[in-house]
């Protein structure tokens, strides 16, 4: 009754909690350790990597594993990869790469979509700028089919979105001790009553969370 007298607001629903790991959240920012960056620097597909960055959106997904796959989208066109197993704290992290979009391709039509799913993306070499990268994850049998997941992404404007990709992990190597890795995407996102994808080309080299610094 006295909140239909003196109109008493109801309380907004709160909004998803977006991810966090290592003390990278929405918002958030950290350092690449700049020594590390620019002796691997001419070794790799990018030019003019930032050391510093800004995270604009956070992704996550829950992989078949078991384990979870955070994503950390900065201002320098990259995003970082943080993947654990058997848990969410760091003492389960097993990978960390920064990762770089090299190119992004529209897919059209149905046809188009239903080619790249079954030829190409999963392929044993795959030719990159001259490079030739080796696929990382071999299936048992003849055939080695893209990895599907699903990922939810959190912006900073309180938008959160899913996205199904359908992925494949190549490497190549520039060192005796480092590889360039290469990450080869079919996304698809539902926008409207209409499909939206694409073919996303990343490249990206791996970290310790030692390179890390975190800003806050």
Known sequence: MFS????????????????????????GSFEIDALKLRLLEPKLKVEKAASKHLIQAVGR?????????????????????????????????????????YDTTTVGSQTQWQTLINNGISKPVYELDGDSYDRVWDAVGETSPPVAMTETTFEEDGDVSKTDQFIMLYE???????????LVSGEEKIVGNNHDRCLVISTGFNLTPADIQING
């Not at 239909?4 to 918002?27: D, H």
């Not at 197993?85 to 990762?99: A, F, M, P, Q, R």
């Not at 190549?172 to 290469?182: G, T």
């Open 4 to 27: 239909k007298l003196f109109g008493t607001k109801k309380p907004e629903p709160s909004k998803p909690q977006s991810p966090e790991i290592m003390g990278l959240y929405l918002g």
């Open 61 to 101: 997904v829950d992989l078949d594993s078991g384990g979870v796959m955070f994503r950390f989208y900065t201002d320098d066109d990259a995003f970082l990869q943080v993947v654990t197993d058997g848990g969410e704290s760091e003492n389960h992290i097993t990978d960390v790469k920064l990762w770089y979009f």
């Open 172 to 182: 190549r190597s520039i060192s005796e001790d480092d590889v360039e890795a290469l």
